[in-house]
């Protein structure tokens, strides 16, 4: 029987309670602990010290669609992966895609790592096994890329530049849904073909008033403490301290 739910904001426990149906008076504005990383000083880790070596990382998330169909990662009437790994050469930028676990049994996913192969020092997979906690990498890349994965929530915390790629968005919305207006918040550019992405690569200036629209509607905490406030929730709830 759950008694509470922690949540980032008001409106995300109206918008998560649409779907659990749990009541919400269960939920508790608290912040998510697993973001406290991006406010924290820690260890450099081993995986992202090559990071140093590039002008800029840029990262590409997309969304699971739920087997439905294969992601496309690069949905580009142009898109030419022997210019793309030229011009990341020529602007010593690290492209890491990071698909979806289940994405890497697909076959086209396959096919286009197949492609890239070992030997091109500019894009990197990065796989979960590679990269377990996603958000210890978030806090390395400069850009972020994706469509429809709630990843970009965490993601706005940082106030860096925000990349969309929503090539199925009529489809996804058929069968997912959105449970806010998806474009209104948008925190960033879409972009529709390879030379829009090459454009977007080089420059790695956010639009800082629409991640602040985003984020002043998601997040009420933006400092670190998440994990605390939740540990007080716990005490004083489950162990009657105050």
Known sequence: LTKHIISTSEFVS???DE?????????????LPRNDVFFKQT??????????????IVLYAPTWRHNRNETVFFPFQDFSLNKLTDYLSENNILLILRPHKNELKKQSTIQLL????????????GTHDKFPDVNLLLRNIDILITDYSGIY?????????????????DEFDENNGFLYD???????????SQLDLQ??????????????????????????????RVSQLI????????
């Open 14 to 16: 109206k918008i998560q």
């Open 19 to 31: 779907c659990l149906q749990a009541g919400l008076d269960k939920y508790v504005v608290t912040g």
């Open 43 to 56: 260890e450099p880790d081993q995986q992202t010290e090559k990071f140093n070596n590039f002008s800029r």
């Open 114 to 125: 197949k492609s890239i192969g070992d030997k091109n020092k500019n894009i990197l997979l």
């Open 153 to 169: 929530h965490d993601f706005s915390l940082l106030n860096k530049k925000m990349i969309f790629v929503p090539y199925d968005y």
């Open 182 to 192: 998806y474009y209104e918040f948008l925190p960033g550019k879409i972009i529709k």
């Open 199 to 228: 454009r977007e690569i080089v420059d790695t200036k956010p639009n800082i008033s629409k991640i602040k629209k985003l984020n002043d509607l998601l997040h009420i905490f933006k400092d670190g403490n998440s994990s605390m």
């Open 235 to 242: 005490t004083k709830k489950y162990f009657n301290s105050k």
